[in-house]
């Protein structure tokens, strides 16, 4: 009874530590207390001078060796944050033009092109003539362009211009339009090293413009060529929690980021032969679940069930059930191949750039996907004799009937119609005040925040209940997914207003947008929105608003900071990366809104954060002159 109000999560995790099954949090509490320095961003190890550390309080140390002050010690830390953040997104969007180019060029068995449309819609924001040419002509072109984009010696990054006007020349006056995502990266790494870039308005600066080149560049490349790959979400039922995975089954679990590897999985799990095989070890079928970002690509494209969040991966493999956990890249944890090591479960992983010691290793390529797929598929199969019945534990829940696969598009069309899809009448709706404003809820979850937490799933229910609709994307997302948050009956949770659009309209009010990846579709919608006409003509001016709770990967770090660049305020849980700082935090928090007309804040308080939204929201509305 009374595992019925714990989440699935913590009921894992109980039965982990019944098992003595090691676990994020015990190596959390092994690890406190956390080294005071590297808390507050005042350690440098930039250069074999060092490491050096500043002293925030007492008589100790104000620079390290070379003269560096704090600001500069922060700002550094934060510029190279931002700068593998983009790295990371910008090379999974690298990964997909080339699966793009293989496709077209019929090197890719088993992949095709699914959206047409968007082929065409992203050819003319590269200006590539599509009248009277082959649908993979045009695909080859548009694959190779969006490689340029990555290296190009000139200019800016070509998706920049989908910002509004207004946006587009802030960023112009304060030179921070990104040029080359890898040249931002690499001109990142070397400002930071030692001697170079010492002033942290100007590191902040380059900060932007690297987080700029991941939302506008490498991030809505992986997103947008996804969509012509593996389809433009629409509206679709899905299960999440780690109830997907079943005891008769053969449960495969895919976990990591690119979809391309989730996507060929699927795509092998059919056939006689698999079901030959499925049916000769006795199971009842294959089960594929996804983890982690895999898991939002997999639900918003396909309706495939989502295992869980970031913190849940160790407890989807203690389930005892998990014949095998194919990984990719990003936010996969090294302690999974300890945890495989008490159960039958093989742990694979797939990338020559991502490999884990203990760790089986099938190599993954465009060519072969599709036969590598198999061989893990076969492999899951074989192993499935191999499962020991007294270790077999699958928490009893899971959501049915949650709807996710809210692309920007699908969101224009469901609010606009078929007739004329287009945000006004989201834009209507928050001018008669039904919806006060809309919040993007992005990012991890994290054991130093609490154990099994449900942040996202309060902050969205207080949002919702003060009509404000919510857009969900990456870990947030899966949280809110496993919590039971998109439900279309969940309009009863909402305020009157936004309970009247969700009627009318048939959408749940928390939207699922997708992976970390797709917050370039917040980026998209936004633009939209202020383009629309109403609610100003800036992004800056929308009344939106940011938030990730439960900050981990450096990939957050990035994210928020293309957000207040792009003119969206947003709040961060937990701490500030550069705490030991003062200026540096009080130029995120205060100076950058008369730059970029949005800024940071930081509140540990994780209750707090909902009224900040809140009150900007209001702000915005009230400078408008919509406050009704
Ligand atoms: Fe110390 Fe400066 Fe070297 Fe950093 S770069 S380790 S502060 S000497
Ligand atoms: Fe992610």
């Known amino acids: 009874m009374e595992d019925k109000q714990k989440t699935t999560d913590q009921i894992m995790l109980d039965k982990m530590r019944e098992s003595k099954i090691e676990t994020m949090y015990d190596r959390y509490k092994a690890q406190q207390p956390q080294c005071g320095y590297g808390s507050l961003a005042l350690c440098c190890r930039h250069c074999n001078y060092g490491p050096c550390n500043i002293d925030p309080f007492g008589p100790g140390p104000k620079r390290g060796i070379c003269g560096a002050d704090a600001n500069t010690f922060a700002a550094r830390h934060f510029l190279r944050m931002s700068a593998a953040g983009t790295a990371c997104h910008s090379d999974h969007g690298r990964a997909v033009a080339h699966l793009l180019v293989a496709t077209a060029r ?27 040419r082959e649908i993979n002509e045009i695909a080859e072109e548009v694959g190779e362009m969006a490689l340029m984009e990555f290296g ?9 211009k989908r910002a509004p006007a207004a946006r587009q020349k802030i960023w112009e006056k304060l030179g921070i339009a990104s040029r080359a995502i890898d040249r931002e990266v690499t ?23 690297v987080s700029l080149a991941d939302g506008w560049g490498g991030s809505m490349i992986a997103t947008e060529l996804q969509d012509i790959l593996f389809g433009t979400p629409k509206p679709v039922q899905g299960r999440a929690n780690l109830g997907v995975l079943k005891k008769d089954y053969v449960n495969i679990v895919v976990h990591g980021h ?7 999985i699927v795509m092998a799990s059919t056939g006689p032969d698999i079901e030959k095989a499925v049916a000769a070890v006795g199971a009842k079928g294959i089960v594929i679940a996804g983890l982690c970002c895999t898991a939002n690509e997999l639900l918003v494209r396909h309706g495939i069930p989502m295992a869980g969040h970031m913190t849940m991966q160790e407890g989807a493999m203690a389930t005892g059930v998990v014949e095998v956990m194919v990984v990719d890249i990003q936010c996969v944890m090294q302690a999974l191949a300890e945890t495989a090591k008490h159960f039958h479960t093989k742990l694979v992983t797939t990338l020559s750039k991502a490999k884990i010691s203990g760790a089986e290793h099938v190599e993954f390529e465009d060519e072969n996907a599709l036969e590598s797929a198999k061989k893990i598929i076969l492999m899951a199969i074989g192993n499935y004799k191999n499962r020991d019945k007294k270790k077999v534990f699958i928490p009893d829940a899971s959501e049915p009937n949650l709807i996710a696969g809210f692309s920007h598009e699908t969101i ?5 119609g078929r007739f004329r899809a287009s945000y006004r009448p989201l834009n209507d709706n ?36 003060n009509n404000i609709l919510v857009v969900a994307t990456g870990c947030a997302a899966g949280q809110c997914a496993s919590g039971g948050l998109m439900l279309p009956e969940l309009k009863d949770q909402c305020g009157a207003g936004l309970k009247e659009v969700c009627e009318a309209v048939g959408i749940p009010p928390v939207l699922h947008s997708g992976a970390c990846v797709d917050n370039s579709r917040i980026l998209i919608a936004c633009s939209e929105m202020a383009k629309e006409g109403g609610l100003g003509n800036d992004i800056s001016d929308l009344p939106v608003a940011g938030a990730c709770l439960e900050w981990m990967s450096e990939k957050a770090i990035a994210i928020g900071q293309f957000l207040v660049a792009s003119g969206i305020y947003t709040v961060f849980g937990m701490n500030s990366p550069v705490a030991g700082a003062p200026d540096l935090q009080n130029l995120l928090t205060k100076e950058l809104e008369e730059q970029v007309g949005a800024r940071w804040d930081f509140q540990q308080d994780i209750k707090k954060i909902g009224k900040m939204l809140m009150d900007h929201i209001e702000m915005k509305r009230e400078a408008l002159g919509i406050n009704v």
């Open 430 to 465: 928050i001018i008669n005040g039904r919806i006060r404003g809309v919040v993007g809820i992005a990012g991890c979850t994290s054991p130093k925040a609490g154990e099994c937490t449900q942040s996202y799933v309060d902050l969205a229910k207080e949002l919702i209940a």
């Open 187 to 209: 001109e990142s790494m070397h400002r930071t090293g030692m001697g170079g870039d010492q002033d942290y308005r100007n590191l902040t600066k380059q900060a932007m413009r």
């Open 258 to 264: 690119e979809p391309q590897l989730a996507e060929a």
């Open 106 to 132: 019929g090197e890719a068995p088993g992949y095709r092109i699914k959206d047409v449309e968007k082929l065409k819609m992203i050819a003319e924001c590269f200006d590539i003539k599509t009248k009277d």
């Open 412 to 416: 224009k069309y469901m609010l606009g």
């Open 152 to 160: 190009k010696p000139y200019g800016t990054l070509l998706f920049l």
